[in-house]
C-alpha cells in the first residue's frame, strides 16, 4: 500500500484558529497513526491578505500544540514558475483557453443565467475562439458540459455535481498570476498528496479540483471533509463566541495535549471515550470514526478536559508550561523539586495553568498581609500556645517529611487536649495569609524547614503585637 501522505495548508491571514488547528490535527494524527507523511504549505498566494507575522503566528501555535511536519513549509508564493508550466500543460493540451472577456461582461452574463433561472456563470463566449497570449487574457479551464463528477468522500459518503452547473472557471489571472484552484492541485500532485482532510466548506470547490487532476492525468486523492466546528448558538465559530486562535487558549492556560483532546473529540469518537492522551489518539485515530454532524465547542467542556489533563500530568511535564505564567507574576520560579512540589500540593485544585499560577502566590513570595477577617478569628491569644509548641517541636524535628510533621502536630494536640483543625486553621492562615489551600503537611513540606518556621515566627509576633 501506498504511503499515505496527508497535508496542511493554511493562508496566512491571521492566527491560527480553532477550525484550522483540527484540521491540521486530523491529517496530521492520520498521517502518524498510518506511519505516513505530513506536509505543511503556506497558501500565501493572495499578496495583498498574507503576512510574515501571520507565518510566525501558525508555526508558533502548531509547535506549542507538538504538530511537527515532516517535508515543508512550501510558499505558493515561491512556486509560480511551476504553476505557469501545468497551466502551459492545460493549454496545450486542449484543456483551458485564453479568455479575454472583461470582468463587466462575465458579471453581465452570470445577471442573465440567473434571470432565466440558471447558474450565474461565465457562458464560454471565448471556449472555441483559439485566442492567443495577450495582457488582458486570462486562462480558463474547459470543464465538461454534460455528465456527472462524483466526489466520493469517506465521511459524506458519494456526492454528484452536475458538470452542467460548474463553469469555465480561471485557473491564471490577466497578470499571470495562478489562482487558487490551480496551485492547490499542483501542489497536490508534485508533493504526493493521496488524502486530503479539510472542512466541509471546501466541498463546492473539490469538483474542480477533481476536474483538474483528471485533465492533467493525475489519480484522485482520497477525500474526507469533516463538519465545521460552531459557536454554541450553532453558527460558524468567530470571534463572538469568543477566543478562537489557538494562542489565546495557551495563554488562558489550557495545556497543549487538552485542546488536541478536546479539538479531535469534536467531530470524533472512539466509543464513549473522552479523555486521550496524545499516544493514544495517534494510536485510535481513523477517518472512518469522524462523524457527519457539526461540533460545538463548548469552553466550560474544554476546561474540563484540561483539569483532566492537569491531574493526569506529572509536576516535571507541568512545570515548562506552568512557568510562564509565574514569572508573568514576577515570581522568580525555576523548574526544580521546589517548583514540583508547588504542583503536587495544586494539581487536585487546579482547572488551567493560569488558576494554578494565581494559587501558588504564597510558595513564590513572602507573607506581609493576613486575610483580616480570618485574621481576627484565627489570631487570637488561644492560639499563640499551641503554635509557639509547635514551633519548638518542628526546630527539633530530624525529618521535614509528612511522617514526621504529623507526629509533631499530634504531640501538640496532646499536650493541648485541641483538635487538629483548632490547631491547623492558625497555621495555615500564617503560612498562606488566607484560610483556603492545599492539606497543611502538603504545604509545609513544600516550603521546608526554614520558609515554615520563619512565617510561624512572624505571625507569633504579629499576634503578640495585635493583643498588644
Not at 480553532?18 to 498521517?31: D, E, I, S, V
Not at 473539490?206 to 463538519?227: E, N
Not at 453558527?235 to 479531535?264: E, M, Q
Request: glycine share 8%; net charge negative.
Amino acid at each position: 500500500m501506498d504511503t499515505i501522505i496527508t497535508r496542511f495548508p493554511p493562508s496566512p491571514s491571521g492566527h491560527l484558529h480553532l477550525g484550522g488547528a483540527r484540521t491540521a490535527l486530523f491529517n496530521w494524527l492520520y498521517a502518524r497513526h498510518r506511519g505516513g507523511r505530513f506536509v505543511l504549505r503556506i497558501e500565501d498566494t493572495d499578496a495583498a491578505r498574507s503576512t510574515e507575522a501571520s507565518v510566525d503566528a501558525i508555526f508558533e501555535a502548531l509547535a506549542w500544540l507538538g504538530i511537527d511536519w515532516d517535508e515543508g513549509p512550501f510558499y505558493q508564493s515561491r512556486r509560480t514558475d511551476l504553476y505557469l508550466q501545468y497551466i502551459q500543460k492545460l493549454l496545450d493540451t486542449g484543456h483551458a483557453y485564453y479568455c479575454t472577456c472583461s470582468a463587466e461582461a462575465v458579471e453581465d452574463m452570470r445577471k442573465k443565467a440567473m434571470a432565466h433561472g440558471g447558474k450565474p456563470k461565465y457562458d464560454g463566449t471565448c471556449r472555441e475562439r483559439q485566442l492567443e497570449k495577450s495582457d488582458r487574457a486570462v486562462v480558463r479551464f474547459k470543464a465538461p458540459q454534460t455528465g456527472t463528477t462524483l466526489l466520493p468522500d469517506i465521511v459524506k459518503g458519494n456526492i454528484r455535481f452536475q458538470n452542467a452547473e460548474l463553469d469555465d472557471f480561471i485557473i491564471c489571472r490577466s497578470d499571470g498570476s495562478p489562482t487558487y484552484h490551480l496551485a492547490v492541485v499542483v501542489d497536490d500532485i508534485t508533493m504526493g498528496i493521496n488524502t486530503v482532510i479539510r472542512g466541509d466548506d471546501h466541498v463546492n470547490n473539490t469538483p474542480k479540483q477533481m476536474l483538474l487532476f483528471k485533465a492533467l492525468g493525475h489519480p484522485l486523492p482520497t477525500y474526507a471533509h469533516v463538519p465545521m466546528v460552531l459557536g454554541n448558538d450553532k453558527t460558524r465559530l468567530s470571534k463572538r463566541h469568543g477566543a478562537t486562535s489557538v494562542t489565546a487558549y495557551r495563554d488562558a492556560g489550557i495545556l497543549p495535549d487538552a485542546l488536541i483532546n478536546y479539538l479531535v473529540r469534536l467531530g470524533w469518537s472512539h466509543g464513549d471515550q473522552e479523555f486521550f492522551t496524545r499516544d493514544e489518539l495517534i494510536e485510535k485515530f481513523s477517518l472512518e470514526n469522524i462523524g457527519r454532524s457539526a461540533g460545538v465547542f463548548n469552553p466550560e467542556k474544554l476546561t474540563a478536559i484540561n483539569a483532566d489533563h492537569i491531574q493526569a500530568a506529572t509536576p516535571a511535564a507541568l512545570a515548562p508550561h506552568l512557568l510562564p505564567f509565574l514569572r508573568e507574576l514576577g515570581y522568580e520560579a525555576e523548574d526544580d523539586a521546589y517548583l514540583h512540589g508547588v504542583i503536587e500540593t495544586l494539581q487536585p485544585r487546579s482547572k488551567t495553568l493560569r488558576e494554578m499560577a494565581d494559587m501558588s502566590g504564597f510558595y513564590y513570595r513572602d507573607i506581609t498581609n493576613y486575610d483580616e477577617k480570618a485574621a481576627q478569628k484565627f489570631f487570637t491569644p488561644a492560639a499563640l500556645g499551641p503554635m509557639e509548641q509547635l514551633i519548638s517541636r518542628l526546630e527539633s524535628l530530624e525529618a521535614f517529611d509528612q511522617e514526621h510533621l504529623e507526629a509533631a502536630f499530634l504531640s501538640v494536640m496532646e499536650a493541648t487536649g485541641l483538635k487538629l483543625g483548632k490547631i491547623a486553621q492558625p497555621v495555615r492562615l500564617a503560612l498562606t495569609g488566607v484560610t483556603v489551600s492545599p492539606g497543611i503537611f502538603e504545604i509545609i513540606a513544600v516550603l521546608g524547614r526554614e520558609r515554615t518556621l520563619s512565617r510561624l515566627s512572624a505571625a507569633r509576633r504579629f499576634i503578640l503585637e495585635k493583643e498588644g
